[in-house]
């Protein structure tokens, strides 16, 4: 049974209740039913490449003072519009972050979770196969927390991952495992 301690507009606090008490305490995502996360795979003449989000994101800040982190697009299902489909989510979210859209998508995950003893939150990873390298739109900064876009050779990645590691910078546990898919597919 869950209880709601905490209600905001897009996070709450809730506990899960057994035995008549609140025995597990998490975040749950109130006005949204899923996560997607987009690898896009842009197919360049000289190979394949990926574009990485670098971000600031208010949490890692907070905690841990001006560092940035490595991501992939991403957004929420159902957030602005409660009839959105996870496929409707990843074109707009694809565009929306990256001015790309994508001959096809390819699910990779339907249940993905970054921590499932801290939220509720799943996600759904997707592979966005683009070929039209013509931006479609300009890309969207998301309210400051997208500060640059890094596109990166396959064969690059494992280099990239190292100097951004050195330079402090936060891996985002989606990331890494959009990875694994691009590495052995």
């Keep these: 049974m869950k209880e709601t301690l905490f209600e905001t507009r897009f996070l709450n606090l809730a506990a899960s209740k057994r035995k008549g008490k609140a025995d597990w305490i998490y975040a749950h995502r109130p006005n949204a039913k899923n996560v997607v996360i987009i690898i896009p795979l842009l197919h360049k003449s000289d190979g394949d490449y990926t574009l990485f989000l670098i971000t600031k994101r208010p949490p890692i800040t907070e905690e841990y003072g001006k560092k940035f982190c490595v991501e992939f697009p991403a957004g929420l ?109």
């Design 77 to 185: 299902v159902g957030d602005e519009d409660k009839d959105e489909t996870t496929n409707d989510a990843l074109k707009k979210e694809l565009l929306e972050e990256t001015g790309y859209k994508a001959e096809n998508f390819k699910i990779l995950v339907n249940n993905l979770v970054s921590s499932g003893g801290l939220t509720s939150e799943k996600a759904t990873l997707a592979l966005a196969d683009i070929y039209d390298l013509e931006k479609k739109a300009i890309p969207i900064d998301d309210g400051g927390v997208i500060i640059e876009r890094i596109e990166i050779r396959l064969d690059k990645i494992a280099d990239f991952l190292k100097t951004a590691d050195e330079k402090g910078y936060f891996m985002c546990a989606q990331t890494l495992a959009g990875l694994y898919f691009i590495i052995n597919d």
